[in-house]
């Protein structure tokens, strides 16, 4: 049974130019999407609700996108009323009930009615706080839209709110990473993700990326000061206080299941080692949930040994907690492990006899690390 869901609402305010998440801009949006949107996705809810797969009790949900902050709190009330009929919140918060939001979509009554449907965290799209760079990125909000909205929602009751910003942005300096982390640093946020942009080779920004040096500086930077900060850098791009860990995502990266809802939503089953996705367009999606009745499932795959065991280590070197010395089996994986540590790339875990982890350096260079240890 699946303790931890994801739902994927696919509608944004205008599609982002380095995006490549299933969504759609409101240029791309007709009239009837939305209403088709809400009753696929509680037509599959009720086909999962009804197969017996959803636990009595959720450990996690996470509202992904897309923007789930454009859909109104009265759709997500009709839509989380139907969830609730085959499952329930863990009392007192014990849930981990998480929404992302964009700046450009946040409203005081309408972030406190998503908080009453017990909703209990927020992580917040902020990417940037430079009106140039927001701009290049195609984001629709400015520095002070971000942080406004950041306000806001700790103004309507959140205390569990996490921000995202982007590095390794063309132009983007090491004065421009900490001056938007210090602006950050004056609002109560638990939690800080910062992903390093990534485009293909064909992008027109491609060329423009920050080298490998600068980007692994602006990766350094970014780990000294948040723990500086009472951070813990606890996944590659990842930071918290308080222990407030995202524990949804705990479960991506520990190799936990998840049951996803909504087009392209990708679930994972632990037991079976498998992996279910469904269709990437939206009317697909719905017409098999609404006129066929049916799973909007694409493809469904078995993990292959192999597989699995790159997905232990690529899981593995990301989280601060390490990896046992016993996984090193082999005496060429013992020796690559000695050159990583030589290398500063993996040291002894402080805390954890006989565990190695990622140091920072290694966080950041942890394709290298799998390369090697796989
Ligand atoms: S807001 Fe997020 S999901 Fe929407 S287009 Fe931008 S990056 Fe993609």
């Known amino acids: 049974m699946f303790s931890s869901l994801y739902m ?21 949006t007709a009239a009837g999407d939305a209403p088709t949107f809400e009753k696929a996705i509680i037509e599959e809810i009720k086909l999962r609700g009804e197969s017996g797969v959803i636990a009595p009790v959720l450990n996690t949900m996470f509202l992904g996108g897309g923007t789930p902050s454009m859909t109104p709190p009265d759709s997500m009330a009709r839509i989380f009323g139907e969830l609730f009929k085959y499952t329930s919140l863990a009392p007192n918060d014990g849930t981990e009930w998480t929404m992302e939001a964009n700046p450009s979509s946040i409203e005081l009554e309408q972030f406190k009615k998503y908080r009453a449907l017990g909703i209990n965290r927020v992580s917040m799209g902020v990417q940037s706080l430079k009106n140039e760079h927001l701009a290049i990125l195609g984001r629709v909000h400015d520095e002070a839209n971000a ?16 921000t995202d910003l982007l590095c390794g ?18 609002f109560p946020i638990t939690h800080l993700s910062i992903y390093l942009l990534t485009l293909p080779p064909h992008h027109k920004m491609y060329k423009d990326l920050p080298n490998d040096e600068e980007q692994l500086n602006h990766l350094l930077l970014i780990d000294s000061f948040m723990r500086e900060h009472g951070f ?33 939503a990708h679930s994972y089953s632990s037991s079976e080692r498998s ?3 469904n269709f990437s367009s939206l009317h697909k999606y719905a017409n098999t949930l609404i006129d066929e009745k049916k799973l909007a499932v694409e493809w469904n795959e078995s993990l292959s040994i192999d597989q699995i065991e790159l997905e232990k280590w690529m899981l593995a070197v990301r989280l601060d907690e390490g990896f046992s010395r016993a996984w090193l089996v082999r005496d060429a994986q013992k020796k690559k492990a000695e050159l990583l540590i030589n290398e500063c790339l993996l040291e002894n875990h402080p805390t954890r006899p006989d565990f190695l982890r990622a140091t920072p350096r290694g966080f950041a260079l942890s394709d290298t690390i799998v390369k090697m240890l796989v």
Not at 171 to 184: I, V, Y
Request: proline share 3%.
């Open 147 to 162: 942080l406004k909205s950041l306000n806001t929602v700790f103004e309507a009751g959140f205390k569990n709110v996490s």
């Open 8 to 28: 994927h609402f696919p509608f944004c305010e205008s599609k982002c130019h380095y995006c490549d998440f299933y969504s759609i801009g409101r240029e791309k």
């Open 275 to 277: 992996r279910f996705k």
């Open 169 to 186: 942005v063309p132009g983007q300096t090491l004065d421009d990473l900490r001056s938007h982390m210090e602006k950050l640093m004056s």
């Open 232 to 264: 813990r850098h606890y996944e590659i791009s990842n930071f918290a206080r308080h222990d407030l860990r995202a524990r949804h995502n705990l479960v991506y990266w520990q190799g936990g299941s998840y049951l996803s809802f909504g087009p392209s």
